[in-house]
């Protein structure tokens, strides 16, 4: 398309970008059938997954789910390409970065499902890029505010959009390997701190805690700085053999004088708070 035009965008550039998708759940439909199952392949316009005129960047506002289920229900399995949809004049539209992740996120909220694998090529969500750092921690429950927060700092698990999407929608996702069947990590509703183990440079066994809060950047960071570094707290000889205060309890409630010595604005941006225990 950039041959032809290398300003293309808009109406006609989403109608082009979306044919990779379409040609995808065309042949996998074929293969299906090949096999003996029966498969039918449906565009965004197809199964009816309404979204705004914003081409290139398209917001998902509903989905009329009449054909999906009437395929289900003649026992089909449905193949739906991602990434695209269909606006009020009738026209293609593309979803932007991480669109397939959000159409698979539309069409659980929609169709009521109970959970949303998305399949990739780590099993699961760490606190780093377990491709890059073979000590990343593995969480096995996330919240949707923190899994927001590590995919605007660059995680590439999920988009953002995807996420925002389901926390709205109260769709529960697994993120899983496609090439194994390891559990992944559940996002969803959660409350509380995440814990998870850590290994210090040292060899040495830590839990950190993580938790997420709005307030003014500037007032959180001052706060933190009085336990420890710069937007963390780390606690030092917490166990019993200091002071016979469990270091869950003793987070918790370093947690519970943050958030009331730093009380959240109404345009407060979320942060992620850190808190290790040695």
């Not at 914003?54 to 399995?77: F, K, N, P, Q, T």
């Not at 010595?261 to 345009?267: E, F, K, R, V």
């Amino acid at each position: 398309g950039r041959e032809i035009d290398p300003d293309c965008a808009g109406r006609e550039a989403d109608s082009l970008l979306s044919t990779g998708e379409q040609v995808s759940v065309s042949l996998c439909a074929l293969a299906l059938a090949r096999l003996g199952v029966p498969a039918v392949s449906l565009c965004g316009w197809q199964m009816g997954l309404q979204t705004d005129g914003s081409h290139g960047s398209a917001r998902v506002l509903g989905l009329r789910s009449d054909r999906i289920e009437r395929e289900l229900r003649a026992g089909r399995v449905v193949l739906a390409a991602g990434f695209q949809g269909v606006d009020a004049a009738g026209d293609i539209t593309t979803l932007g970065r991480g669109g397939s992740d959000t159409t698979a996120v539309a069409l659980a909220a929609f169709l009521h499902a109970d959970l949303c694998r998305i399949y990739t090529d780590v099993d699961g969500v760490y606190d780093r890029d377990p491709r890059l750092h073979p000590d990343a921690v593995k969480y096995g429950r996330i919240s949707y505010d923190d899994m927001l927060l590590l995919a605007r700092g660059g995680a590439r698990v999920l988009h953002d959009r995807c996420v925002e999407l389901a926390r709205r929608e109260h769709v529960v996702l697994e993120v899983c390997s496609a090439f194994s069947d390891a559990p992944g990590t559940i996002v969803g509703k959660k409350t509380g701190l995440l814990r998870t183990p850590q290994q210090a440079p040292n060899g040495s066994l830590i839990t950190r805690y993580l938790f997420s809060m709005r307030g003014d950047k500037q007032r959180l960071c001052q706060l933190l700085q009085r336990f420890g570094r710069y937007r963390a707290v780390r606690l030092k000889a917490v166990g019993k053999s200091r002071r016979d205060i469990d270091p869950d309890e003793l987070a918790a409630r370093i947690a519970g004088i943050v958030r009331k010595l730093c009380p959240a604005p109404a345009d407060g941006r979320l942060h992620r708070v850190r808190i290790d225990a040695l």
